[in-house]
């Protein structure tokens, strides 16, 4: 079955359907990871996008329960080059074409995505309709237009747990596994600490259990007198979807929270925190996403190559002085960290976790940790 994707400029790629069939639009923006294409899927951050991915081969391992990153894919639509209809891997429970049918999320293959990367990379992100429904290329563009993108969009509430809960209490979750020894001891708690959940990824609740943080989990919309009524060692700010302008409730809380509890933020936390500094965000031309981003600490010389995945940046001369930034991209210089100078407050605009991704920057859940310690000494 034909597939088409319009953009809103009226450029149009023409590819064949797998998946679910069916009209999507929104922002279409294209990620450079080799692997790890259901972790993509399933990563609440992409909530109101069409996804496209550089790797031109994609399904060969197919699809399994375990590699979620949350309860369902998030994607509006999934745009590769070529799909491998038989999955090879021992993991596998499901092929990716199967997979994207049963979540009714429309894919397309046979798109040329070097054509289309290079296109967003010059135009910038945009917004398109993804169709098997729509044969004419002109209704289908103007689809694109009339449809919502990104800019001003809350779709923090659309992911956010509903209710407080406790990440993994009974230590099934998060442990650690490796072919040769299997399931392997998590640390004691040591700090319990609460994790806003504006849209996060498992693997965030994985690795801070792996490090001794017992976890609960906080719907976006809790209040500061909330989580003090909880008394947690430290706060953390996870990732999301959306424009992170579009969040007052969300910058007022954490707002109210500095310089009362530690508070450690990644991705769209740490746009929260520009925004509770006083800051301001603005959107990146085609955005950061994949795995190969390389990142510069300021204050130690060292690079490190991160996993990413956002369309917005601070604004670094929106900061106020006491907030210093501590890392940058070096593709294009933006604000990659940035911390306060007088209380304990630090972010990074990459993900520690890296599922998929590279694992440079997991050091950084045990900075985390010192920073609760040396609060409570």
Not at 297 to 318: C, E, M, W, Y
Request: charged share 20%; aromatic share 8%; hydrophobic share 35%.
């Amino acid at each position: 079955m034909r597939a088409l994707l319009a953009l809103e400029d009226g450029r149009i790629f023409e590819g064949e359907s797998f998946g679910a069939t069916g009209t999507r639009v929104g922002e279409v923006c294209f990620n450079t990871s080799m692997t790890g294409y259901q972790e993509v899927l399933t990563d609440p951050s992409y909530r109101g996008q069409i996804v496209a991915m550089t790797y031109p081969l994609i399904g060969n391992y197919g699809t399994n329960s375990t590699d979620q990153e949350s309860t369902q894919p998030h994607v509006r639509g999934f745009v590769i080059e070529e799909l491998s209809e038989i999955p090879s891997n021992w993991r596998a429970e499901e092929s990716l074409d199967d997979y994207l049918r049963r979540w009714e999320i429309p894919g397309a293959q046979g798109i040329d995505t070097r054509a289309l990367t290079r296109h967003l990379r010059t135009r910038g992100a945009m917004k398109a309709c993804l169709t098997t429904e729509i044969t004419s290329g002109e209704e289908a563009v103007q689809r694109a237009v009339n449809g919502e993108g990104v800019i001003g969009m809350d779709y923090v509430r659309e992911v956010t747990t509903p209710n407080i809960f406790q990440w993994d209490p009974d230590d099934q979750l998060s442990q650690k596994w490796s072919l040769q020894s299997g399931n392997q001891v998590l640390p004691p708690i040591r700090r319990r600490i609460v994790a806003f959940d504006y849209g996060m990824k498992r693997n965030i609740l994985r690795s801070l259990r792996q490090r001794g943080f017992g976890v609960t989990v906080l719907p976006a919309t809790t209040t500061a007198e909330q989580v003090l009524a909880l008394n947690p060692d430290g706060v953390f700010l996870s990732n999301g979807p959306g424009d992170p302008e579009a969040l007052p409730y969300a910058h007022e809380t954490v707002r109210d929270l500095m310089g009362r509890k530690p508070i450690f933020g990644i991705c769209l936390g740490h746009q929260v925190l520009g925004f509770a500094f006083g800051g301001r965000t603005f959107k990146l031309k085609f955005g950061h996403r994949g795995g190969n981003q390389p990142v510069k600490d300021l204050r130690s010389g060292k690079v490190a190559i991160t996993a990413q995945n956002h369309g917005f940046a601070v604004d670094p001369d929106s900061l106020p002085k006491e907030i210093e930034v501590t890392h940058v991209n070096l593709n294009d210089g933006t604000v990659e960290g940035m911390r306060h100078k007088e209380i304990p407050i630090f972010s990074v605009q990459y993900h520690p976790e890296a599922a998929p991704g590279p694992h440079d920057a997991s050091y950084f859940f045990g900075q985390f940790a010192e920073l609760i310690d040396g609060q409570t000494r």
